[in-house]
């Protein structure tokens, strides 16, 4: 074995032939990508290119077709025969995962705190006094300690994404999968949240960040992955990608998404 795959990071997550359909329409077309653990990967790319159906996908919000395989930290996520997967075996596979999306969706019956404590009660991931106290320390991670409180509709929607953030790491997942989470927030509550997001990655969490955010994507990412018609079309370097991406496709969406930034 070479000094050089001594020196690698363990992978956090590995897809091979990662593929999804819709009826006819083939959505993503047999991803191959390995992403070691603390990496900020920023998936880029027009709307319609798959990179929302890949996160989700990961996450078996949508189920891959048979397979295609998915693995974090070395365990399979779902199944080779997505028709033999048990919704209790899933859950546990869940819970390594931690995703925030475009909308919010909390509770709006709910405390900000009790948004935060509700997955890790209904795991019974300790006591009640435990996980409030762990709720909020996460809550205090975003900056909304004093909002702990706090309804959704009290909320703005920088805050309130900062509470969906604060939720999904309740669970203590080992990646997290972050889904346009800026792009229906006001212009001035997109720093909140993207403070938020850059902690996140200093602090060494493995992400991947589907993101119009063009300087997020290239400040943030230790890499980015442009993709286009389900299929990753150039993968590299941020400053590389950005700069002087390879593929005619690349250099046409950038030179369109920063004339508009």
Do not use: W
């Not at 590995?14 to 990496?39: F, T």
């Not at 990961?58 to 693995?71: C, F, M, Q, R, V």
């Not at 972050?178 to 720093?191: G, I, K, M, N």
């Amino acid at each position: 074995m070479s000094d050089a795959t001594l020196q690698q990071p363990p992978t956090m997550l590995e897809l091979i032939g990662l593929r999804k359909s819709y009826g006819q329409k083939l959505v993503l077309k047999g991803i191959d990508l390995r992403v070691p653990k603390g990496q900020v990967v920023s998936l880029i790319g027009s709307s319609g290119s798959g990179k929302s159906t890949l996160l989700r996908c990961i996450n078996y919000l949508e189920t891959p077709d048979a397979g295609s395989a998915i693995k974090v930290d070395g365990q399979q996520i779902g199944s080779d025969d997505p028709r033999n997967l048990s919704m209790r075996a899933l859950r546990r596979q869940r819970t390594e995962i931690g995703m925030v999306f475009q909308h919010f969706n909390l509770f709006p019956n709910m405390t900000a705190l009790d948004n935060v404590c509700e997955a890790p009660l209904a795991h019974r991931r300790g006591s009640k006094a435990e996980i409030q106290a762990q709720a909020m320390a996460l809550l205090e991670r975003v900056g909304l300690a004093e909002r702990a409180g706090h309804y959704p509709s009290q909320l703005s929607g920088g805050q309130q994404q900062r509470v969906a953030i604060a939720r999904a790491l309740a669970m203590k997942p080992k990646l997290m999968l972050f889904d346009e989470v800026t792009s229906a927030l006001d212009p001035e509550l997109v720093d909140e949240v993207l403070k938020v997001m850059r902690a996140l990655a200093e602090d060494g969490m493995t992400m991947i960040v589907v993101t119009h955010e063009m300087a997020f994507a290239e400040d943030v990412g230790d890499r980015v992955i442009f993709m286009a018609d389900g299929a990753i079309l150039e993968d590299g370097n941020p400053a590389e990608v950005m700069r002087a991406p390879k593929a005619e496709r690349t250099r046409t969406f950038l030179s369109r998404a920063l004339r508009t930034r």
